[in-house]
């Protein structure tokens, strides 16, 4: 059984800075691309962040481009976001992804394409 498992969501101030964790077990970890996404109220889930299986190719959406960093450790089974100069708008539950396709060529984004999602953890950025 698939297991993905978020931490590191909290409470932080505008311009703060937070560390999620995702904890994968059940599959091999490293021959699957990871994924972050979000999902504000009201909102569709949206995608934020993705890196390669290898870790050698990385994605972000605009909105977190240049202050959110994805990276893994395939040794440890975890994906990090690393997530910089927070803003309100990026106040939302953050979740992980497992992509479906084994040792997939790039990245890809539609969440239709992510298998395995984790539970969620809740940012919220206060102003």
């Known amino acids: 059984q698939v297991q993905l498992v978020e931490s590191g969501g909290g409470l932080v101030q505008a311009g703060g800075s937070l560390r999620l964790s995702c904890a994968a077990s059940?599959?091999?970890?490293?021959?699957?691309?990871m994924g972050w996404f979000r999902q504000a109220p009201g909102k569709e889930r949206e995608f934020v962040a993705a890196?390669?299986?290898?870790?050698?190719?990385?994605y972000y959406a605009d909105s977190v481009k240049g202050r959110f960093t994805i990276s893994r450790d395939n040794a440890k089974n975890t994906v990090y976001l690393q997530m910089n100069s927070l803003k309100p708008e990026d106040t939302a539950v953050y979740y992980c992804?497992?992509?479906?396709?084994?040792?997939?060529?790039?990245?890809?984004?539609?969440?239709?394409?992510?298998?395995?999602w984790g539970q969620g953890t809740q940012d919220t950025v206060s102003s």
């Open positions: 992804a497992s992509d479906r396709a084994a040792f997939r060529a790039g990245i890809t984004t539609p969440p239709g394409a992510y298998e395995y």
């Open positions: 890196i390669s299986w290898s870790g050698g190719s990385t």
């Open positions: 059940g599959r091999t970890f490293s021959m699957y691309a």
